[in-house]
């Protein structure tokens, strides 16, 4: 099977099938609903308010952004709960641009150290913390039994701490998820118990993400930031946290060139993203050939091996990590039944700071 | 060393040292000329119209792009020859932006199958093509033995043949550059020949990039078409084609946590880009810190060790791959001297089809 064109559509060109986001978007509130968690998605995936919206209007409490960059779009475009799980380090002028933001919204911060409490406190006094903590991926985040002392150092800075955060990334791998989930668990729960035992209030404690989320258990998280649900991708897939039916976004391309070998598409690392984690098969995956294997990828060529395919077929393309290739393009077209509703601007685009 | 902070300039933020790329453009200008070799530099690079415009002034005879819509931002900007080096499968909506182009500009483009020739020939009579050729990259391009069949199937479609055309793609890893070089000769000799013994007049035989121009022998390409010498990368620097003098471009990056083993920059994949040859030492360098290695990339966490630095602290980093780090951005910060002397917009971001 090859697509047909969409009408008025070149490629390459990001598309979103909307009938498959909406369903995504209503199976993760259900999920989340029937296991007691609060859902607060991280839009960093998306960067589109439509589907902010979307996500609100399922029941999602507040939304999850990477920068104060995003934070600017999302509350511009109505969010009135933010929280940026990142252990931001506050210049005087992106102090101010937070300060500008409380205005409209509720704004919590991260933070991970007691110079970064203390520099975020001198700058931002009063605004809501939660401390991260590494649970197991060894980025940022302090170890759950120094998250006291991080919290004393916030709220002696004048900060007002609301309780901890982690990412599991380390939940992005083959048979990764359940101990990835298990180890939050387990981290949340400490910090928890910790910060309760020296007199903190524990209002949240967030953690969550797409592969670890199902296995969540309770008594860890109140709260999950999950965020390439909404859409899928190849990693996610190869994985098996999605099957190909309930893949959201794809890439159309064109078949520019065809050997005996091999066939070239039009869609190269600039519009999918260069992610390969070393366990994937590829460069990403063709929704429609699941047998094919994308081998090598320029910027502006795909090398695609195992499928028969023409100059001038068109193929939909699933990224490996969907966060990376929305980033690259400022719209996306979007189609229900097959056919062109219209198109949505990738609105947080490039807002790295 | 840490860098000092530039007035106005919040982190991750990428800065282009204007006085290290003036040399840069000079020195390939020069290299060139030297050799004999026309200079038409791949604008995919940096996606700016004032780099173009000091490439154009130092000699250069014309740019090079990857795609329909680099041409438009460029011929906008006042470009009059320019060269699409893909093997375009041209829709009518893609030759009608091609045809507008032709008023002021001549445009050439990239064939390499008897299917797209006849495919370009039906939508866009009369257009300058070069036939591209396998060198021993082996994504798109025929052997230069079926260079003449192609060829026909241009003159037969009503095309302009005006040469052949090579990626020595190969050329980007350890001591590959001159064994690529030599096959990138061989094979644009051999196509040359070909050509004029069938009947054809050769004009343009290009090649080069910017791994092996510097090996290019007389003989075989006429024209190079490097991109990547304007800034230089960690790729370069770490296959000997560019020193850290040479580095016109790094992200300015701010150090938000510190461990015993290793720190955390608030520069990640959304603007460093995703791109790791096997043969790197990691996910980019840090220009100041070459004993450094950037080990894991999230999207806006770099992760560094090797390095003693604390929160707060600012660094420049060195993607890997400079083509991928400028379309991550809508502008870059221009500096002379340590100063900020203005801002360039990536005019031609994003622009893939």
């Known amino acids: 099977m090859t697509m047909g064109p969409l009408s008025g559509v070149e490629t390459p060109t990001i598309v979103v099938d909307r009938g498959c986001l909406e369903r995504n978007i209503t199976r993760m509130a259900e ?3 029937e296991r007691g968690f609060a859902l607060r998605p991280h839009v960093k995936t998306h960067k589109i308010p439509e589907i902010a919206a979307l996500q609100l ?3 999602a409490v ?3 952004v990477a920068t104060i960059g995003e934070a600017e779009v999302f509350v511009g475009r109505g969010a009135t709960d933010v929280f940026i799980a990142y252990p931001l380090w506050l210049t005087a002028a992106k102090a101010d641009r937070i300060r500008a933001l409380r205005d409209r919204a509720r704004i919590a911060v991260g933070v991970d150290s007691a110079a970064s409490a203390t520099n975020t406190g001198r700058l931002l006094a009063g605004v809501p913390v939660l401390i991260e903590i590494d649970s197991g ?3 940022s985040g302090v170890e759950p039994t120094e998250v006291v002392g991080v919290a004393g150092a916030a709220r002696d800075a004048g900060l007002d701490v609301v309780g901890a955060f982690t990412f599991p990334g380390h939940s992005y791998g083959p048979e990764a998820a359940a101990p990835a989930a298990r180890q939050e668990h387990d981290a949340l729960a400490a910090a928890g118990t910790a910060l309760r035992a020296a007199g903190f209030e524990v209002a949240v404690l967030s953690g969550g993400s797409t592969p670890s989320v199902a296995a969540t258990e309770a008594g860890g998280a109140t709260e999950v930031r999950p965020g390439v649900y909404v859409f899928g991708d190849a990693q996610q897939w190869e994985l098996g946290h999605c099957d190909p039916t309930e893949i959201a976004l794809t890439v159309l391309a064109t078949v520019v060139s065809s ?5 070239i598409l039009d869609a190269g690392s600039k519009v999918l993203g260069a992610d390969r ?3 994937a098969s590829g460069y990403g ?7 094919a294997r994308i081998t090598t990828l320029s910027e502006h060529h795909a090398t695609v091996v195992g499928v028969d395919l023409r100059p001038g077929d068109q193929v939909r393309v699933v990224p490996n990590h969907v966060c990376a290739a929305v980033n690259l393009v400022d719209e996306v077209v979007v189609v229900r039944d097959g056919q062109v509703e219209g198109r949505w601007a990738v609105a947080a685009r490039g807002r790295n700071s």
């Open 285 to 291: 995956r063709l929704l429609d050939y699941p047998e």
């Open 277 to 279: 984690a070393a366990w």
């Open 62 to 64: 507040g939304l999850t």
């Open 137 to 139: 991926h060894h980025r």
């Open 57 to 59: 209007a399922a029941g």
């Open 31 to 33: 999920l989340t609903g």
């Open 259 to 263: 050997y005996p070998d091999r066939v």
